[in-house]
């Protein structure tokens, strides 16, 4: 009776290796008909743990929000710079009620300085603070006395933009999380996989291989493959020792041609 070898150092292959293989096997599968093999629940969950790996193995090391934020963060540094310039130059105007209001403003950008050696998020709220005395009671007529108003609406658009950016790259990593890792998903995928060569070997000794033996003549011959593969990588010897079978791939009827796996 023919079975599918085992192939326990396939935790040995590289992780798009791993996961070629594991597309040639669903899609020998679906030639086959997962319900002519009698396997469909347990190729259902094999299909599900396979793409979770997929999925794990796509991850973009730079969030594409990166850059937004870079921009953004010094957009609103040069408008910040750019209102404690303005306030300290009306220390010097012609104007002595600009000045007097330049000099009241003055105590406020004395104490918001230094907002570049601040992180991302903490700038956001330390303009904020910033802002939100701009517009009190206090500080307000001396604003629009000195014509910060334009600044002033600039500056808290770009810093909105700041909180924005962050919530995205929090839902961003979030995302990114919630496929896990290959560390994860692999192992899970590994599992299903030697739960379906169980399963059909199991049905391959109890009904006869009969429907089974041109799958598994394939299956065998791909294990050989990539065993080859991981000794060519790692050393003689490390994918373990190959089998014997057919080079034959599967088909579902009587021609062998089409976009049916080969053999290598």
């Known amino acids: 009776m023919t079975k599918i070898q085992t192939f326990g150092t396939k935790t040995r292959l590289k992780n798009n290796e791993s996961l070629t293989f594991g597309r040639e096997i669903e899609t020998a599968i679906e030639a086959k008909g997962d319900d002519t093999l009698e396997i469909t629940d347990i190729f259902s969950d094999y299909k599900a743990k396979l793409q979770a790996f997929d999925d794990s193995i796509v991850n ?85 006395l000195l014509g910060l108003d334009g600044w002033i609406a600039e500056l808290k658009k770009a810093n909105d933009l700041c909180a924005e950016l962050t919530s995205k790259r929090s839902k961003e990593h ?53 065993r080859v593969v991981i000794s060519d990588s790692l050393g003689a010897g490390k994918g373990g020792k190959t089998s014997t079978g057919t080079t034959r791939p599967p088909s579902s009827g009587g021609s062998s041609g089409g976009d049916r796996p080969e053999i290598e």
Request: proline share 1%; no cysteine.
């Open 174 to 226: 979030s995302e990114k999380s919630g496929k896990g890792s290959t560390e994860m998903t692999r192992p899970i995928y590994e599992k299903a996989y030697n739960a379906l060569v169980e399963k059909l070997n199991a049905l391959a000794l109890v009904k006869g291989d009969d429907k089974y033996a041109e799958l598994f003549a394939w299956w065998n011959a791909r294990i050989d493959h990539y």
């Open 60 to 144: 973009v090391a730079k969030s594409s929000i990166t850059e937004q934020m870079a921009m953004g963060n010094k957009q609103r540094g040069n408008l910040h710079v750019a209102i404690l310039i303005e306030i300290r130059n009306g220390l010097r105007h012609f104007d002595q009620d600009k000045r007097d209001g330049a000099l009241r403003l003055s105590v406020l950008a004395d104490t918001f300085t230094g907002a570049q050696r601040r992180s991302f998020d903490d700038l956001t709220s330390f303009i904020n603070n910033f802002l939100q005395e701009l517009a009190s009671d206090k500080y307000k007529a001396d604003a629009t």
